[in-house]
């Protein structure tokens, strides 16, 4: 028992010495980390590092019962081989009840601003999918566009490649990954069901290294442009097709090929924030692929959003309480193939809020959502109050 207590305190002890070290609120987007890059640049010559990040929630939609949540808890953990190979992972717990690997990938730093990667990965796609770290972004909840078309926590499995030119301004990624999955079915090779459809756009087809199948690997590319004080613009790209079961994946309309387009601006300059996106993809084959599966997935998906915030703290103060407004409308039908538009998916909301960095790794939100969309009818989309709080370190 003794040696099993001072293996524990070893242990704990080691821990601590190796958590990374929290820095002032970093709002500045071209100097703003996320969780991954965190840890590979936090271990200060220790070979564990540790962090984490987590959020809890309350959801008052007008007119229902509210929902709180423990939103999210995430362990990361990285280990440093030596000077130029690394391990990062993220180990996610959602609902307090599902348990899911974010990340887990290994990356290599083969030159200054060179890095090589593989593994379980976030695409980049926008600014959420990868800067989603709860003290990162404005609203208690993640912008709707975040969740119906890129969609937020985006990762697959792949190998590619990173860094900056800092020459030029400029940072690159270049990826190949699995896609998404984009049908079920059974033991006798029968198409059982499709993953992809009209409301949530391709959220359903997310693989997320569980077991996926792969036929057809995927491009993905991300550029971001930092050479004006303060400012951020992001264009991203991911191309290929969707993944079928081996069993399946020669039935005509099994799989449908796609293109996504995205641009993304981040702002900041004295007490003022702003960013913006605007997201695009292409659908094609989804006629044979709704027949087959009977979903009605659209063609096209699109949207964007615009956000400004102000703060109204002084600014020599560490603490930050930021005002914030956005408007943000996506459609997940914006064009169809032989089936009828479904005006509701196509909607508007618009969040006013408070965002309280009480210190560094710690927000305090609040906000409400007026929500709509173009059917004949929004009575089904109530408004909705949130409160969340969060913290990352």
């Given at each position: 028992?003794?040696k ?21 609120i ?6 703003q980390v996320n969780?991954?890059?965190?840890i590979l ?31 999210r808890l995430?362990?990361?953990?990285g280990y440093?081989f030596?000077d ?8 996610e ?11 887990a990938f290994v990356n290599?730093n ?7 990667r593989?593994?379980?990965?976030l ?5 959420i ?23 937020t926590t985006?990762r697959e ?10 020459n030029?301004s ?5 990826y190949?990954f699995?896609g998404?999955k984009?049908?079920?079915s059974?033991k006798n ?12 756009g391709l959220r359903?087809?997310r693989?997320?290294?569980?077991e ?11 550029f ?5 004080p ?13 993944q079928?079961?081996?069993d399946?994946d020669?039935?005509d309309g099994a799989d ?6 995205g641009l993304?601006v ?7 924030m702003?960013?913006g996106q605007?997201?695009?993809a292409d ?5 044979e ?6 979903q009605n997935?659209?063609s ?5 959003y615009?956000?400004?915030?102000y703060?109204?703290l002084?600014?020599?103060k ?17 064009k ?6 479904n005006l ?14 009480l210190?560094?790794?710690?927000v305090?939100?609040?906000d ?7 059917a ?5 989309v ?11 370190f």
């Open positions: 028992m003794k099993l207590l001072f293996s524990l305190a070893i242990m704990a002890t080691a821990l601590v010495n190796a958590q990374t070290v929290g820095d002032s970093q709002l500045d987007p071209q100097k969780a991954a890059q965190r640049s936090g271990n200060y010559g220790k070979a564990v590092t540790v962090g984490g990040y987590g959020e809890m929630l309350y959801n008052q939609p007008e007119g229902d019962n509210g929902t709180l949540d423990v939103q995430v362990m990361l953990f440093k030596d130029k190979i690394q391990f990062v992972t993220e180990i717990f959602e609902h307090v009840q599902e348990v899911y690997v974010e990340q290599y083969v030159a200054n601003n060179v890095n090589l593989g593994g379980l990965m695409v980049p796609m926008g600014i999918n990868e800067y989603h770290e709860p003290t990162t972004f404005n609203g208690t909840n993640r912008p709707g566009m975040d969740k119906s078309i890129i969609p985006w499995l792949g190998v590619g490649v990173s860094g900056k030119l800092n030029l400029l940072g690159y990624q270049a190949i699995n998404f984009s049908v079920t059974d090779g029968l198409v059982t069901g499709g993953l992809l459809g009209g409301s949530n359903g087809g693989q997320k290294g569980i996926s199948t792969v036929n057809s690997p995927n491009l993905s590319l991300k971001d442009y930092y050479g004006l303060g400012l951020r613009l992001g264009l991203s790209g991911y191309f290929g097709k969707t079928a079961p081996d399946v020669m039935v449908v090929g796609m293109s996504m387009i993304d981040r702002y900041a300059h004295k007490k003022f702003a960013r605007y997201i695009m659908i094609s084959g989804t006629n692929y709704n027949a087959l599966t009977g997935l659209g096209q998906l699109s949207g964007y615009v956000e400004g915030a703060n109204l002084p600014s020599q560490n603490q930050k309480l930021f005002a914030f407004a956005r408007y943000e409308n996506y459609d997940t039908h914006a169809v193939d032989a089936i009828t538009e509701g998916y196509d909607r508007t909301d618009v969040t006013l809020g408070l965002t309280y960095h210190t560094s790794g710690v305090a939100k609040a409400y959502q007026f929500k709509d969309n173009a004949l009818s929004s009575r089904d109530p408004n909705q109050l949130n409160f969340g709080l969060g913290v990352w």
